[in-house]
């Protein structure tokens, strides 16, 4: 069974400052690795998607990284802005199947 | 209206009401899902529908019933639920499972 776990559950950082955020899945059978960014009360907005042949996808400043072997994901932020502030989710697709599975969140935290 | 719409945003709704929660998309998909975020628990796949078939049932009570007439639209309706379904429930679509998913805002649900 497929667990999808995110560290840390919550960051705080200075305005400015790259950051990483880890996903790690316990089935490396993944189809696509997806990230999302959640605002308090709201819906999800898609951030970036991986799929399994790929190795990173980068939208401004926004790098996420897939690694099957290992079974690890990371969202690179940087020059982190007090408007980055929200839960970001990592969800991985299983193979064939429309599931994704998705990991708690990282509460983020940018202070001016 | 764009992307994938949810009516309505917030509903309350007394244990023995009879609801429905509606869900559009504009993007021309031919998947939509429904998930439950409850407080401090990961995000819940609840249904899939793919070109309108049921292709996935996360073990959801009875008292959810998923309805999707054609591929735009999705409902889910709900009878005698319990306060622990108190909950936000999301809407996505998507192109295919290999493609990203697309959520809406969520319907804020509270049983009394």
């Known amino acids: ?112 | 209206e764009t992307g994938v719409t949810q009516t309505p945003r917030h509903l309350v709704m007394g244990m023995t009401n009879k609801k429905s929660l509606k869900c559009e998309q504009h993007l021309g998909h031919n998947a939509m899902y429904w998930y439950k975020q409850s407080a401090k628990k990961p995000l819940e796949l609840m249904f899939v529908y793919n070109f309108k078939e049921q292709t996935e049932n996360n073990s959801v009570p009875s008292r959810f019933s998923p309805e999707c007439p054609n591929s735009s639209h999705l409902f889910l309706h709900l009878h005698t639920l319990q306060p622990e379904d108190s909950a936000l429930y999301l809407c996505a679509s998507s192109q295919d499972n290999r493609f990203e998913q697309y959520f809406g805002p969520g319907t804020r649900l509270t049983v009394t």
């Not at chain 1, 059978?29 to 999800?44: S, T």
């Not at chain 1, 190795?55 to 690179?76: C, F, H, I, P, V």
């Open chain 1, 1 to 112: 069974k497929q667990e999808v776990t995110q560290i840390p559950a919550a960051l705080s950082v200075p305005e400015g400052e790259n950051l990483v955020l880890n996903c790690s899945f316990t089935d490396s059978a993944i189809y696509n690795l997806q990230w999302f960014r959640q605002d308090p009360g709201k819906g999800l907005t898609s951030l970036l998607l991986i799929q399994s042949s790929q190795r990173e996808q980068t939208s401004g400043r926004l790098n996420a990284s897939l690694d099957k072997s290992s079974g690890r994901s990371t969202l690179y932020i940087a020059a982190s802005q007090p408007g980055d502030s929200a839960t970001y989710l990592c969800a991985g697709g299983m193979d064939s199947s429309y599931k994704l599975i998705f990991g708690s969140g990282t509460r983020l935290l940018v202070r001016p």
